[in-house]
C-alpha cells in the first residue's frame, strides 16, 4: 500500500520520526497519514480483500503508527494500545498462571496496582527489588520467573538501573526484560540496544507529548512477540482508535526537537532548585551529586525534564502547588506544558502510606515534568510559588 520505504535503519531519528510509516499516502499524495475511520473494509469474494477486514484486527493508521514507534525505538515491530496501562496488561498476559515476574519496586503509581489488584488473581507473581542493586535482581530470581519489568529513570525518585546489566543478567536466567521508556523516550534512551526484549510506553506522554490523548505502544524485538501482541489486540481489543494513533503521529514528528528543549529546560530548572534554599533535596540524573550520574551519562543522550524534590512537609507542597500559576497542577507529565504534582496523593496514593515510606516518597515530595514554555518564566513562578513555604 505504501509506495516508497527508504531504509529506515540509515536515517538519523529526527527524519524516522518524521518519516517512517509517515510516508505520503499512495491514492490522493496526502501528506499526513489519514484517519482510516472504518471498522470495516469491503471485500471483492469470500477471502478476497486488501489485507484488511476489521479494525479490532488491524487498521491503516495504526499500521502506520506502528511501523513508526517501531523504527524509533530500533525494534522489529511495535503493537499499539488503548492507553498506557493496556500495554503493559498485553504484556503480562503473554505469559501464564504460575509464572513468576521480578519488578523494580519504584514503578508508575499504576502498575503495582495492576500486578497486585488485577494480575495476582489470574496466578501470576511478582517480587519487587530495587532494581539499581544487581545484586538483589539476583537474587529475586526463581525457577519460573519469566520477566524482569523495569523503568529507569524511575518514578518519581529518579533512581536508575543498568540496563545492560540487568539484561545480561536476566538472559541468564532465561527471563525477558521489559522497560517502561516513559520517562526518556526513544530519543534519550533506547533500551533494546541495551539488550532489552520488549519496551512498552505511555505514549500519552512525551511520544504524543500534547497532553491531548491516551495510548500506549510494546516494542518487540522478536517476530513471534509481535504475533502474539497482535492476537491479544484481536482477542482482548484493547486497541487504540485511528484518531488517537493520528495523535500520536502527529506528535512524534516533533519528538526530537521538545526532547531537545524539554531537555535543556529542564537542566535549567534542576540547578535552580538545588541552589534553592527552601529546597532539601533534588532528584534529577543530570545533576553531579545524583548517585548514578555516571550511569545516566552513559545509558542516556540526556537527561530529560523530570524532576523531583522536596519542600519538607504536606503544608509546604500545598503552599506552593496552591501559587503556580505557568506550570498547571495536575497529574500525567511529558506535554509542552509544565505540569507539577504531588506523588504522595496523586500518582501514587495506590501504594498506601507505608508502601511509600518503603520506597521513600515522602509528603513533601514534588515532581515537576518541565515543559518547553520559556523557561525564565517557569523559574520565575517557581521563584513566586517557593516564596510561600
Ligand atoms: C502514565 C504512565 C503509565 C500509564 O500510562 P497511561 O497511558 O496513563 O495508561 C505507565 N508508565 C509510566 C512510566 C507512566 O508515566
Known sequence: MIAKQPDSKKQGFATRAIHAGQEPEPATG??????????????????????????????????????????????????????????????????????????????????????????????????????????????????????????????????????????????????????????????????????????????????????????????CTKPEQAEKLAFLQKAAGAILSPFECWLILRGVKTLAVRMLQHDCNGRRVADYLSKHKKVRKVFYPGLPDHPQHELAKRQMSGFGSMIAFETGSLANANKMLRKVRVCSLAESLGGVETLISHPATMTHAALGEAGRRKIGITDGLVRISVGIEDVDDILADLDQALAAT
Open 30 to 219: 496526502a501528506v499526513n497519514v489519514p484517519i482510516y475511520a472504518s471498522s470495516t473494509y469491503v471485500q471483492e469474494e469470500i477471502g478476497k480483500h486488501k489485507g484488511y477486514e476489521y479494525s479490532r484486527v488491524s487498521n491503516p493508521t495504526r499500521d502506520r503508527l506502528e511501523t513508526n514507534l517501531a523504527a524509533l525505538e530500533g525494534g522489529v515491530a511495535s503493537k499499539v494500545f488503548a492507553s498506557g496501562m493496556a500495554a503493559i496488561n498485553a504484556v503480562a498476559s503473554m505469559l501464564k498462571a504460575g509464572d513468576h515476574i521480578v519488578a523494580g519496586h519504584n514503578l508508575y503509581g499504576g502498575t503495582p496496582r495492576l500486578f497486585n489488584q488485577v494480575l495476582v488473581n489470574f496466578g501470576l507473581t511478582f517480587t519487587y527489588v530495587d532494581t539499581s542493586d544487581l545484586s538483589k535482581v539476583e537474587n529475586a530470581f526463581q525457577k519460573n520467573t519469566r520477566l524482569v519489568f523495569v523503568e529507569t529513570p524511575t518514578n518519581p525518585l529518579m533512581e536508575l538501573c543498568d540496563l545492560r546489566a540487568i539484561s545480561e543478567l536476566s538472559h541468564r536466567h532465561r527471563a525477558e526484560v521489559v522497560v517502561d521508556n516513559t520517562f526518556m523516550s526513544p530519543y534519550f534512551q533506547r533500551p533494546i540496544e541495551l539488550g532489552a526484549d520488549l519496551v512498552v510506553h505511555s505514549t500519552t506522554k512525551f511520544l504524543n507529548g500534547h497532553s491531548d490523548g491516551l495510548g500506549g505502544v510494546v516494542v
